[in-house]
């Protein structure tokens, strides 16, 4: 008599994970196809923020679109704010002043540190590691403060100009930075002593997510992400801006394509990005911070006080905006996410035609069905993590 118990049947079942989720950002949404925990495939609904970027900024002037960049990825705006600028600059047919571009690298990768530490943090915490979590976003604030000392805000700064900068730096910038970077150096390496050795965050990461080469390059993946697939692809190496090509950094690759191999690209870029800012400060010139242009860069106060020609082009500047010559462009940088791209349209006056942005972790979630099938429910998170999508930025 055969003891053989039958197989018992199988069933699929749906299931809606998020937007109410606290890990899913507050408007994604994952249809789940399930076998048991396994998930079998994987729907994305990136849902709706109702912002309506693009459109927003075809009814402002040039220069009141920057505020509207700080809520893209509102974790690094700065990336955002020079991002713009530098596009509608092109359009412009003008180039900023040498110290200029030297702050504007040296802010932009302030802000790209703190996008990875928010990202990691966040990553690890989800994982059971809040330790590691609390550590990097105590780098972060450091970060921040130095941040705020320089723009006046901590989240939505609109630090950029068109043609120039918000204000210089102050003069105790490089001790603060020198500070903060010694203090996030010594809380990273605690971090690595407290996650490169533990089994569960290894177990937890390595294998999952896997995105293979040709995936990646499919998908149109940058950043990270693809970088962690050993695509060696950074904008600001193979399409240099601002003094990027002043600068001797490196652009750190991973070889698997998974989750742990983006945790520690980000993890080593950072470093990456210290060494930039670091050559940046010991780089930098004198000069001015603007180009000395009235018809691109508002007047000093003094001269809109105290002259009617200074108030009567101040008046001008702000109802009308910069009258930008007709045509089109497409600028991209080193966002902390990926490739961040503008692409503009000027008809010739002193508002946008068309504004439209090219969102590196929007593509990123469009491929996520394919990092996260075959892997477990509690995959989904660590893996959502590592993709570090960020609302403003992935809302369309």
């Excluded at 989800?126 to 604030?141: Q, V």
């Excluded at 001790?175 to 177990?203: G, M, P, Q």
Aim: aromatic share 8%.
């Amino acid at each position: 008599m055969s003891t053989q118990t039958p197989d018992l049947p199988v069933e699929t079942m749906d299931l809606q994970m998020g937007p109410s989720h606290p890990a899913t950002h507050g408007t994604i949404k994952f249809n789940l196809k399930l076998e048991g925990e396994k998930v079998l495939d994987c729907e994305v609904e990136v849902g709706y923020l109702h912002r309506g970027f693009d459109k927003m900024c075809e009814q402002a002037t040039w220069n009141q679109v920057i505020p509207y960049t700080d809520r893209l990825n509102y974790v690094s705006p700065l990336i955002n704010n020079f991002g713009y600028a530098l596009a509608v600059e092109n359009l412009l047919g003008v180039e900023t002043p040498p110290r200029c571009q030297f702050i504007r690298v040296a802010m932009s990768e302030l802000s790209r540190i703190m996008d990875h530490l928010t990202c990691l943090g966040m990553a690890a915490s989800e994982l059971g590691a809040i330790t590691a979590g609390f550590y990097m976003i105590e780098a972060r604030e450091l970060l921040m403060r130095i941040i705020e000392a320089v723009t006046g805000a901590r989240l939505t700064i609109s630090y950029a100009r068109i043609g120039g900068v918000k204000h210089d730096l102050p003069p105790d910038f490089s001790d603060w930075v020198a500070d903060a970077f010694r203090k996030t150096r010594r809380l990273l390496a605690d971090c690595e002593r407290l996650l490169s050795r533990n089994r569960i965050f290894i177990d937890r990461m390595s294998g999952i997510g896997v995105v293979s080469r040709e995936m990646a390059v499919a998908y149109g993946l940058t950043g990270p992400i693809l970088r962690s697939t050993g695509v060696n692809y950074d904008v600001r190496k193979a399409q240099p801006y601002l003094v990027y090509d002043q600068m001797d950094f490196e652009v750190p690759l991973g070889t698997k394509g998974d989750n742990y191999d983006r945790f520690i690209c980000r993890i080593l870029e950072i470093e990456q990005s210290m060494r930039i800012v670091e050559q940046a400060l010991e780089k930098m010139p004198l000069g001015p911070i603007a180009l000395d242009d009235p018809k691109i860069v508002l007047p000093e106060k003094e001269k809109v006080y105290n002259s009617i020609e200074g108030l009567m082009n101040h008046f001008k500047f702000i109802m009308e905006g910069i009258q930008v010559p007709a045509g089109e462009v497409y600028f991209a940088v080193e966002g902390g996410n990926g490739e961040l791209g503008f692409y503009i349209v000027s008809q010739g006056g002193g508002r946008p035609y068309r504004v439209r942005v090219r969102p590196p972790c929007f593509i990123a979630m469009s491929a996520f069905h394919e990092m996260i099938r075959g892997h477990m429910i509690a995959d989904i998170i660590p893996t959502f993590g590592m993709i570090n999508m960020i609302g403003g930025e992935c809302d369309r």
